[in-house]
């Protein structure tokens, strides 16, 4: 089993940043490819980034691309999500997930999930 929790959502204006955090705990983190989904009230959860077990290889979904960070620090078990120029559509609750596979856009491929956090873009 593998545990996620999520940190760091919060109410921020249109144009301005967060950084929301995943700290897991169970078994090696290092296993894992991670990622950050998102799901907006009403509608389908969405994918947004996700990085290698290494962290050498990133992967973003269009909509966030250029604008959001993925990075994680195996040492700590910990997964990050960088948010830059957040917009309005941006609001959603955030969830980490962990997979054994590889890279993925499908959520039938991760494992495990976190809780969610609230971000919420106001205009």
């Known amino acids: 089993q593998v545990q996620l929790v999520e940190s760091g959502g919060g109410l921020v204006q249109a144009g301005g940043s967060l950084r929301l955090s995943c700290v897991a705990s169970?078994?090696?983190?290092?296993?894992?490819?991670m990622s950050w989904f998102r799901q907006p009230l009403g509608k389908e959860r969405e994918f947004g980034a996700a990085i290698s077990r290494s962290g050498a290889r990133t992967y973003y979904g269009d909509s966030v691309k250029g604008r959001f960070t993925i990075s994680r620090d195996n040492a700590k078990n910990t997964v990050s999500l960088q948010m830059n120029n957040l917009k309005p559509e941006d609001t959603a609750v955030y969830y980490c997930a962990a997979g054994l596979h590889d890279y993925s856009t499908a959520e039938r491929a991760y494992d495990y999930w976190g809780q969610g956090t609230q971000v919420t873009v106001s205009s």
């Open positions: 169970g078994r090696t983190f290092s296993n894992y490819v």
